[in-house]
């Protein structure tokens, strides 16, 4: 009886680790094996961090600043990247411009409690000037970079997941951890509000959103503000992955859906889920097993095509 019995147990226990496997496998296909130029050369400052992006406009884009004295100026940004561990309390950036000339308008514009640092058109900025400050600027004045797949696997895994081809250009790339108000803090200071995201994301047990920004800067420079994303007609998609087995995110999937005030809605055939925001941006959200998807855009349509992309990347990496 008791040989039948561990013989019983022992068929469970290999079924339920078959059973976990398989849902473990179930999640969005990556692409690859690299990342798209000009990204493909972008690695990881080796200190610590919570969120990072990375934008490279096609040309040098030009926006528009406006100093504490009213005065409005335009300065042209060629790259920008920027590192942080909160969003408004410790961050740093450098930013490339065409000029000197924009660096010195740039600098003009920033708050007087931000210290800065310029060196022909590169500014470095942020705050507070504290030890890890410090860090960051020694870390780009030697180019201290590992890959990112090294640095945080989670968050280069999050990039491949991003669809082959989106339907505007990609402007940048960025992650953010999923701590306390972290993401949904990162979000408003993007000038997209979506409380109670980070907490429902939470829930499942997703460490890590990984995004890719889309969009164009057009003939109008955008104000460099918490809305300059709008000023590029900029669409979000954003990556995360559960550290559960599929099965497990399915169960909890309703209360992420309640979480982010969503409503099921059908784009070609495939399930996804809706909700209109503040300021008149949009949300979309698409599962894949373990994977979540969720995608912003300034109008319920491009939100639309920027979900269609990835219905689209998923098909033919799967072979559907």
């Known amino acids: 009886m008791r040989r039948r019995l561990l013989f019983l147990f022992g068929i469970i226990l290999v079924a339920l680790t078959v059973f976990v496997l398989l ?28 969120a990072a992006v990375y934008i490279v406009p096609e040309s040098p884009a030009v926006l528009s600043i406006r100093a504490p004295d009213g005065r409005e ?17 410790e961050h740093a950036a450098r930013a490339e411009f065409a000029d000197a000339a ?40 030697e180019e201290a970079r590992v890959p990112w797949a090294e640095y945080d696997p989670a968050a280069w895994r999050g990039w491949l997941l991003l669809p082959d081809a989106p339907p505007s250009t990609l402007l940048g790339l960025g992650f953010v951890r999923n701590r306390g108000e972290l993401l949904d803090g990162t979000l408003s200071e993007l000038g997209v ?5 980070g907490s429902a994301l939470r829930l499942a047990r997703m460490d890590v959103a990984s995004f890719g920004l889309y969009g164009e800067f057009g003939d109008e420079a955008p104000q460099i503000d918490s809305d300059v994303l709008g000023g590029t007609g900029a669409g979000i998609i954003a990556v995360a992955e559960s550290s559960y087995p599929a099965f497990v995110v399915r169960a909890l999937w309703g209360a992420v859906v309640s979480g982010a005030g969503l409503d099921a809605v059908t784009l070609d055939g495939e399930e996804a889920h809706y909700r209109s925001l ?11 097993g373990r994977t979540l998807y969720f995608f912003v855009g300034a109008s319920r349509a491009e939100v639309r095509e920027l979900v269609l992309s990835v219905i689209e990347s998923q098909r033919a990496r799967r072979g559907a």
């Open 23 to 50: 849902n473990w496998n179930d999640a969005a296909a990556p692409g690859g094996p690299g990342l798209p130029a000009p990204f493909d050369d972008w690695a990881a400052l080796n200190e610590p961090m919570n």
């Open 73 to 89: 100026s335009e300065v042209r940004n060629v790259r920008f990247e920027g590192v942080a561990r909160h969003p408004t309390q």
């Open 278 to 288: 503040e300021d008149g941006w949009h949300l979309m959200a698409k599962r894949y």
């Open 193 to 197: 509000e979506v409380g109670g995201l």
């Open 102 to 141: 924009d660096v010195a308008q740039a600098v003009s514009a920033l708050e007087e409690d931000v210290w800065t640092r310029e060196s022909g058109g590169t500014l470095l900025f942020g705050k507070p000037d504290n030890a890890w400050a410090e860090r960051m600027r020694a870390a780009w004045a």
